[in-house]
């Protein structure tokens, strides 16, 4: 094999290698772990004043078991919503490997020619 082929089977490699990693978003990550803290936060302020027998802010016993029950199902839409997105991005993911799969047998196949 010459230096320059194995060249660009190394830089194909590389092009894979760093692919796998790019559609990871730390700042997405953040933001939607930021909510769910809020959320639970409020829940069990929510749920510490309820035991105690203050009222929370002046509402209604009414009030505040609809508002646990929005803020409930809200987190849960949240956490549905996360887990679409991390499987939207593990099949990307596996697509653009055996897209670089498929690019590296080419490559190889030209290779033999």
Not at 10 to 24: I, K, L, S, Y
């Amino acid at each position: 094999m010459t230096r320059g082929n194995q060249r660009d089977l190394d830089r194909a490699r590389a092009v894979a290698r760093n692919a796998a990693g790019a559609g990871h978003s730390t700042l997405k990550d953040k933001d939607a772990h930021t909510a769910i803290m809020r959320q639970k936060q409020l829940a069990a302020e929510a749920k510490k004043q309820a035991t105690s027998g203050v009222a929370v802010e002046g509402k209604a016993d009414e009030e505040r078991a609809a508002e646990e029950a929005r803020l409930r199902e809200e987190r849960r839409r949240m956490q549905q919503e996360m887990q679409e997105a991390f499987l939207r991005e593990q099949e990307e993911a596996q697509r653009e490997r055996e897209e670089a799969e498929a690019q590296e047998g080419d490559a190889m196949e030209e290779e033999v020619e």
